[in-house]
């Protein structure tokens, strides 16, 4: 395993990181997976546990905790996320100072730990001042409770921006990360927020490497879904959304070249990301040991110049460039 410097901070981290959207604890066995799952990140050399308050009701928080404090916690980088509603109540959800202080809180008790190394904003909150949300973030950091902060991908260029001049201005701790979407099939952080996070020194954990599966070449043109897979339990489409016949194009010529390295087409995704410098790392689900198997294998792969000028012509990204006069 490689490890990279969280942006210009001196955290470093694995450049594949697990984390625990898509962990199933619906059941004693998938319980069981889970935790080899994670025992064979640990042994790989994969630092960076990544979770949410909301996912699965918290169970996730709680589940990677019990796992994870039977490892050396200095060696250990975990992170959460706070925003989505956690309770009933009216102030249980969002970026106000009360709800970020009381979840990092609960948070901290699900996981069994003193502080988390990295705390996310998990959206941006319309509804809360920017400045009420970064001082409780910054405030988080001076009391111990959190090493670093960081935001979603929703805060985009001008916000972050905007929380620089913040930031500045109040002398508050420093935003160090940020977790955006990023595959060869969603490249959007390459119109401004690259160059953003680049000029202020921010850390990029990118998720969603696979876009959902689609970049594992498991879904083909004119075939019924594979059992199991997300096109096939997503209530909200998003998958199926995705797979039109330009992405099946795409995907195909990408499957040609993985074929021609002898490769898993999601290692050669992964590995295609992780040729960005400005990538600190990529959170990468795994819903079974043999899988995150594939996923680290990136970490190793260096995709020769040649062929990484095959894929851009095969992707066609076209930056967004805004021309005055």
């Known amino acids: 395993m490689k490890y990279r410097n969280l942006g210009k901070c001196g955290l470093k981290v694995s450049e594949i990181a697990l984390g625990s959207w898509m962990t199933n604890l619906a059941h004693p066995s998938a319980v069981e997976t889970a935790r080899e799952t994670i025992k064979l990140a640990f042994d790989s050399g994969v630092n960076f546990f990544d979770c949410a308050d909301a996912y699965s009701s918290g169970e996730a928080e709680r589940f990677l905790g019990q796992v994870l404090k039977d490892y050396p916690r200095h060696e250990l980088v975990i992170s959460s996320k706070v925003y989505f509603p956690t309770g009933a109540g009216i102030n249980d959800r969002g970026l106000s100072r009360k709800h970020i202080l ?10 069994q730990l003193d502080y988390l190394d990295l705390y996310y904003c998990h959206r941006y909150d319309t509804g809360t001042p920017m400045e009420e949300t970064l001082r409780a973030m910054s405030d988080l950091v001076s009391q111990g409770k959190i090493l670093y902060y960081g935001v979603s991908e929703e805060w985009g260029s001008d916000r972050i921006e905007e929380a620089q001049r913040i930031i500045e201005r109040y002398n ?11 595959n060869m099939l969603d490249r959007y952080i390459e119109h401004s927020l690259l160059d953003t996070c680049r000029k202020y020194g921010i850390g990029i954990t990118s998720f969603s490497p696979l876009s959902q599966g689609i ?4 879904y083909k043109r004119g075939q019924a879904y594979p059992a199991g897979s997300r096109a096939v339990h997503q209530a909200d489409y998003q998958v199926e959304n995705l797979l039109t016949d330009h992405t099946f194009e795409i995907v195909e010529k990408l499957t040609a070249i993985s ?13 295609w990301i992780l040729q960005k410098k400005e990538i600190s790392c990529i959170i990468t689900g795994a819903s079974s040991p043999q899988q995150l ?13 040649p062929i990484l000028e095959k894929i851009e012509e095969i992707l066609d990204f076209k930056k967004y460039e805004r021309h005055v006069g």
Do not use: F
């Open 102 to 111: 009381e979840n990092c809180s609960a948070t901290l008790k699900n996981m």
């Open 172 to 182: 508050l701790y420093p935003l160090t990360v940020i977790q955006p979407q990023y």
């Open 215 to 218: 970049l594992t070449g498991k």
């Open 259 to 271: 074929d021609e390295l002898n490769i898993p087409l999601a290692v050669l995704a992964m590995a």
């Open 293 to 305: 198997q594939n996923n680290l294998s990136a970490s190793d792969y260096a995709i020769p110049q």
